[in-house]
């Protein structure tokens, strides 16, 4: 059933994605007049199909459900190319470069227009995520030389501002990838604000592909350790702990919060630790004597109390479409400096995934809940529109290239280069599947 949910999921993630993708291709090329004669969901040998409008536009589904495409009047191949003279104006090749530029455009602004409008909904809705409040910091940590201090807010990053964890990581990892300055804006825990900056030299020093925020020293402000579950025959129920205990002291050093008890226990090993906690307003001594899981940390089996603060970030339409469109930008942005230090060398091309990934964060967005699994199809709307307009062959930024030269040079590209272009991308994007479909399987086994 895991799986058949899974797979569930990304059809209906990516599917609509690719329908609406070629919807834009579609909806602008009868803008423009031209002719179109098939709109295919799906790849290869059509399965299904019907005949609708004055056009008799064939409507399919094809046999491979990845992709999909419109086919519209093309003198370029016998099968597309116009039976009668009165047709001709409406084929594509006779467009204007600047019609034929809308057209291949349409379908990544499509994706674009997708994804705002979903950041738009949710942040009109409201998204509740973890507050952007820190943890206290390691004392040798970059975060604490840089004079940030624990229990305050972040709310604001190089001015952009903050709401929330998710927020704060995503300003972080921009100024990881730009290799700058981060000016942190902070609230007090006592009132007052102050700044705190993390200079380029430790930015530079950062791993974009792993935890950033841990390599600062920067994490989740936790609340206390108060249990609320003790589970049968576990650890904690031998030594006497109940529901509603706060662990303050663990042999004899303060424990600040949940994340610092469990981390206490993993290291114990097994050995007997001595707690204080605070039952009923009186602080009483326990003795836990932790089990060892498969990997030898200690376990007390006790359930605390949710953790984290969190935060509903919310806006009225205007400024969510506004968030929607400046969300979109930073993200597409994002991508594209990723995939140049890829192609630098800078970062690692496991960083490429395919479908067997993007299904399995399907999966997993789809079960958290609906607000969860939306932004995750916001954000691979964003890489099909990114995605689409790189500058190969066979894609639709291939294509762009083509009509950008032709507005340059004022003629349209030869056919020979069209056509060893074209056999190019066909291989390129082959051998990215490739790849993409083996990092899937390393991280997959």
Not at 55 to 68: F, K, V, Y
Not at 297 to 317: F, I, N, W
Not at 364 to 389: D, E, P, W
Request: hydrophobic fraction near 45%; charged fraction near 20%; aromatic fraction near 6%.
């Amino acid at each position: 059933m895991g799986l058949i949910y899974t797979v569930l999921a990304f059809v209906l993630a990516l599917g609509p994605l690719i329908v609406l993708h070629e919807l834009g291709h579609y909806l602008v090329a009868r803008m423009c007049g031209v002719k179109v004669l098939r709109f295919s969901v799906g790849m290869g040998r059509v399965v299904w199909s019907r005949r609708f409008g004055k056009d008799q536009t064939e409507w399919a589904i094809s046999a491979l459900p990845l992709g999909g495409y419109v086919k519209m009047l093309d003198s370029r191949d016998p099968e597309t190319a116009p039976k009668d003279e009165s047709e001709l104006h409406r084929e594509f090749t006779r467009q204007s470069v600047w019609r034929r530029i809308a057209i291949v455009a349409a379908g990544p602004l499509a994706n674009f227009l997708v994804a705002i409008g979903l950041m738009a909904v949710l942040f009109m809705h409201g998204v509740e995520e973890p507050s952007a409040r820190l943890r206290a910091v390691p004392a040798d940590s970059v975060a604490a030389q840089a004079g940030i201090r624990g229990g305050d807010t972040v709310v604001a990053v190089n001015g952009n501002p903050v709401q929330s964890w998710t927020e704060l990581r995503w300003q972080i990892i921009h100024a990881t990838v730009d290799k700058g300055d981060a000016r942190l804006e902070l609230q007090a825990q006592g009132g007052g604000t102050y700044s705190a900056t993390i200079a380029a030299a430790a930015i530079a020093r950062l791993d974009v592909e792993g935890d950033v925020m841990k390599e600062l020293g920067l994490d989740l402000w936790r609340k206390p350790a108060r249990i609320e579950k003790v589970l049968p025959g576990g650890a904690g129920e031998r030594a006497g702990l109940l529901p509603g205990d706060q662990i303050l002291r663990a042999d004899g050093k303060v424990v600040d919060d949940g994340l610092a008890f469990t981390e206490t226990m993993r290291a114990s090993g097994g050995r007997p630790v001595q707690l204080e906690v605070e039952r009923d307003g009186r602080p009483i001594p326990v003795t836990v004597e932790p089990e060892r899981d498969a990997n030898g940390r200690g376990v007390a089996k006790v359930m605390l109390s949710q953790p984290v603060e969190m935060v509903t970030v919310s806006s009225g339409p205007i400024d969510a479409v506004v968030k929607g469109v400046e969300r979109t930008w930073e993200t597409s942005v994002m991508t594209i400096k990723m995939i140049g230090r890829m192609i630098t060398g800078e970062a690692s091309w496991k960083n490429v995934t395919g479908p067997i990934t993007i299904a399995d964060y399907a999966g997993q967005t789809a079960r958290v809940g609906l607000t969860t699994y939306l932004q995750f199809i916001a954000f691979i709307s964003i890489s099909l529109g990114v995605m689409n307009l790189l500058p190969i062959p066979v894609l639709d930024g291939g294509h762009l290239l083509y009509y950008s030269l032709e507005v340059l040079t004022g003629r349209p590209l030869p056919a020979r280069v069209g056509e060893f272009a074209q056999r190019f991308g066909v291989g390129l994007l082959f051998m990215l599947m490739a790849l993409a479909v083996f990092n899937d399987l390393v991280r997959l086994l």
